[in-house]
């Protein structure tokens, strides 16, 4: 994340865009079906839906259950509880954003270190702890984990721990921060520690571990995917920028810190198809050396079922410069100019903060797609009840954002909310990121013509 131009943020945020419709895609596939539905995706489809904090924030209340997010979710300005879930999440393509974590969950849990010695452990991220759950199609961008801990401690955006869980088309943006005053402690793009299977899913991490208890001898862990654990990790895809500054013994992979059983008779363990890029800066203040930093996988401990088609393109960047904590930001009073990219009709709007001093930028204070229309305007077309239809268009895509019939008395009920509208434009979407004025307007035409086909059939 380091030195690149605010385009580099802006191609990979586009990137990131595209990778997300694509995470959408099987719950488009999903939602049409085949004719037959099964009993999972009955049950899914009873889940209860979630749009905004406040709901997701319920899932406290009921931590089994099945839940499905229907639009994207700001998580800015809250002091975020990380919650405890069991159940099954389908984020159906949706983004929680500007997620904030500085505080563990509040129930602690065990982990183990090589030697299987326990440790009374706290967890952090949007989950402290994962249960049997099932987390698919969601998409976290813009977050923060920032974590002092006076204890063993693992925090990750995702969950901080999971326990044979298993995570589908999901990804993560943002950043895992921790000073850690304890021994059994780690940061991850996806998960802590624990076991589980993660596939396609992505993680764009810069993670900073700096080890505060400097004769504990600890055991520190450091993976884009997985600190410590052991998992299936299939079709995966990771760029990370790490910082390790570490008085014990540092576990760094690109993937995953240390693959290990933990203790626990579990099955999954491929590790496939996973693309690394990145690198990890890092010191191990150790006499008795053993430094593991790894594009895919720090320390083997335990042997992965099958290992094939992993490939990184992976900095071990070793220092032996112990005095000086290892950090992305280097300047001793560093200034940041604030460069505000607005949102547009089919992209994020976002911040970068870059030091003028180092170059060192990171981007947060991320606002959903959204469209700019214009003034109710009329058109030709009457409703079914003989009244006027008006409509207004977005001033810069030329797409429709929302219709009203005004005068026989039934506005409110036959206005087409923008969302709405949006669901029905779906495709329109892909053709605004392409450009191109005129496909733009083809594309809007194309659009109306469809509305009044869809409003047609409906009746
Ligand atoms: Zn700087
Ligand atoms: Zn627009």
Redesign the pocket.
Do not use: G
């Given at each position: 994340m380091k030195k690149n131009g605010s385009k580099t943020a802006a191609l990979a945020l586009a990137l990131w865009m595209a990778a997300a419709a694509v995470c959408a895609a099987p719950t488009v596939v999903y939602a049409s079906g085949e004719g037959a539905v099964s009993a999972a995706e009955a049950a899914a489809q009873e889940a209860v839906e979630i749009s905004d904090a406040r709901g997701l924030l319920a899932i406290a209340d009921a931590p089994e259950g099945a839940y499905r997010l229907t639009a994207d979710i700001d998580l800015g300005g809250i002091d975020w509880q990380p919650l405890v879930f069991k159940g099954t999440l389908d984020g159906a393509g949706h983004t929680l954003y500007n997620l904030r974590v500085t505080k563990a969950g509040t129930q602690t849990g065990t982990t183990k270190d090589g030697n299987l010695k326990v440790y009374k452990t706290e967890f952090a991220g949007l989950f402290s702890a994962v249960e049997k759950a099932s987390v698919k199609n969601l998409n976290i961008v813009g977050a923060e984990i920032s974590m002092e801990s006076d204890t063993h401690c693992f925090a990750a955006i995702l969950t901080g721990s999971t326990d044979d869980s298993t995570f589908t088309n999901c990804s993560v943006q943002g950043r895992v921060h921790m000073i850690n005053h304890g021994i059994n402690a780690g940061v991850a793009g996806l998960a802590g520690y624990g076991w589980g299977v993660f596939d396609k899913c992505s993680a764009d991490v810069e993670l900073v571990f700096e080890d505060r208890y400097r004769n504990g001898h600890c055991e520190q862990f450091m993976g884009g995917v997985l600190s410590c654990g052991m998992a299936t990790i299939r079709d995966c895809s990771v760029t990370i920028d790490g910082y390790d500054s570490c008085h014990g013994y540092v576990h760094n992979g690109g993937v995953v810190g240390m693959f290990y059983h933990c203790g626990l008779k579990y099955s999954h363990k491929d590790v496939t198809g996973n693309r690394v890029q990145g690198q990890i800066h890092f010191f191990e203040h150790n006499k008795d050396r053993r430094a593991y930093c790894t594009g895919i996988i720090g320390e083997r401990l335990s042997g992965c079922r099958t290992y094939t088609d992993n490939k990184a393109k992976f900095k071990r960047d070793e220092t032996f410069n112990y005095t000086k904590v290892l950090l992305p930001e280097t300047c001793e009073a560093p200034r940041y100019t604030e460069t505000v990219t607005p949102s547009g009709?089919a992209d994020w709007g976002y911040t970068v903060h870059t030091c003028e001093g180092c170059g060192y930028h990171w981007t947060d204070s991320y606002t959903p797609p959204q469209?700019?229309p214009g003034a109710w305007e009329a058109t030709d077309r009457v409703s079914e009840t003989g009244g006027s239809i008006e409509q207004r268009v977005?001033t810069?895509?030329g797409?429709v954002t929302e219709e009203r019939v005004t005068s026989d008395g039934v506005s409110a009920s036959d206005a087409v909310s923008p969302s709405d509208a949006k669901g029905l434009f779906g495709w329109n979407k892909k053709t605004a990121a392409i450009g191109g004025s005129s496909a733009l307007l083809l594309a809007a035409a194309a659009g109306v013509i469809l509305l009044f086909r869809k409003k047609k059939n409906r009746r």
């Open positions: 009709c469209h700019t977005c810069v895509c797409e």
